[in-house]
Each structure stands twice: as C-alpha cells, then as structure tokens.
C-alpha cells in the first residue's frame, strides 16, 4: 500500500508570513499516461467537511486564493500559503490517488496555527 | 450548485447494520466518480470506497467484503450499506463527488455513526 506522509504534525506561522507543509509518498505518484501528479491537498476547518485546495498537484481549484501553491513531483510535494491569514487556521491533508486497483491514500493532516 | 446531504447515520451496536444514503443535486451520480470518505473522531481522513460512473466498485481493506456502495440513479442519490460494524467504525462519513476520480471536487456534511455497546 502507498503511504502518504506529511510534515510537520503541526506548525505555527506569524500573520503575513509563510506557512509550509511537506507530502511524501511511499512510491511515485507521477502518471506517464497524462504526466500528471495524481495528488491534492485539502484544507479542514474546525467543524467543517475537507475543501480541495489544490489538485494535479499544482493546480489551484476554482475560487481559492492565489496565496495557496502546490509544487513537487515523484514522490515529494509542498503545499505552500503565502501572506497567512487569520482564516487559513486549519488542518491541511495531502491525497494520492493508485489506480489499480483504485485506492485513495491521504496523509496524516497537519495542523497549522497562528503565532 | 452542487449538493450532497449525508443521511442515515446513528448510534449501533456492534454486529449491527445501517445503510447511509447522500441526495446529491446538480449533477448526475450515474456519470461521475462518488466516494464514502470517513473521519473518526478526531482523527484523519480515510478513504472507503468508490463508484465509478461505468458501475465499477472499489472499497478499502479495512471495510471490504462487509461495505456495499451503491446508487439509483433515479433519485439521484448514492448509498453505503453498512453490515457486520464494528467498534472502529465510529465516524463521521462524508459522500464525496469526484469528477475526473483522482480527487474529491465536492464534500457533504458528513453524517455521524457510532458503534457501541
């Protein structure tokens, strides 16, 4: 089975500045087919259901701020958010999907706080 | 708009079954990718099981041969039998639409089981 490791567990970052969570998988998430990366990142608010952030790796869903990127290939991914916001407290996942046969994958979730 | 709205959850023993049901509108179940996605209580996200819009079905290890997901696409609504349930099943479970099927596009809510004597 594919393992999706995040880091750091938990980290706190200072309003305005710049929070980085790292995604490492167990094997190659990247598809020659498409050459794409079959990995997301979600973001979790207290109470809420996840909310896709960033899909293909690196491609920004439809109305989330410009100040969330994804970057990474293979097996190693960040999700980096630029200029913290208030609002950007939450817990962060990564996810990979295998396709044979089909099984989703996500990393343990980090918590992100403000300083 | 999209919606999904979980429905069915509750408190069971274990041994026990409960089916799950997610009403969707604004888009067609039968031609996209729609997963059962669960979160224990304050724990992490795990994935349990697919429908593919060609009818195919995939479900985690820990849920196989005990989890059926289905759907009618009349009511346009997806549904997750839940047989034989256990102490670890507890969870919040969410009815997830995937549009290309590598990721979750839309959430529900999520609807809460509790399995307990």
């Known amino acids: 089975d594919i393992v999706m490791t995040q880091s750091p567990d938990s980290l706190a970052v200072s309003l305005g500045e710049r929070a980085t969570i790292n995604c490492k998988s167990s094997?190659?998430?990247?598809?020659?087919?498409?050459?794409?990366?079959?990995l997301a990142w979600y973001q979790q608010k207290p109470g809420q259901p996840p909310k896709l952030l960033i899909y293909w790796a690196s491609t920004r869903e439809s109305g989330v701020p410009d100040r969330f990127s994804g970057s990474g290939s293979g097996t190693d991914f960040t999700l980096t958010i630029s200029n913290l916001q208030a609002e950007d407290v939450a817990v962060y996942y990564c996810q990979q999907y295998y396709s044979t046969p089909p099984m989703y994958t996500f990393g343990q979730g980090t918590k992100l706080e403000i300083k | 708009e999209v919606q999904l709205v979980e429905s069915g959850g509750g408190l069971i023993q274990p041994g026990g079954s409960l089916r799950l049901s997610c009403a969707t509108s604004?888009?067609?179940?039968?031609?996209?990718?729609m997963s059962w996605v669960r979160q224990a209580p304050g724990k992490g996200l795990e994935w349990v099981s697919v429908?593919?819009?060609?009818?195919?079905?995939f479900y985690a290890d820990s849920v196989k041969g005990r989890f059926t997901i289905s759907r009618d696409n009349s009511k346009n609504t997806l549904y997750l039998q839940m047989n034989s349930l256990r102490v670890e099943d507890t969870a919040v479970y969410y009815c997830?639409?995937?549009?290309?099927?590598?990721?979750?596009?839309?959430w529900g809510q999520g609807t809460l089981v509790a399995v307990s004597s």
């Open positions: 094997q190659s998430v990247l598809y020659t087919t498409d050459n794409k990366s079959y």
């Open positions: 604004g888009f067609a179940v039968s031609s996209n990718y």
């Open positions: 429908l593919f819009g060609g009818g195919g079905r």
């Open positions: 997830t639409r995937g549009i290309t099927g590598v990721h979750f596009d839309n």
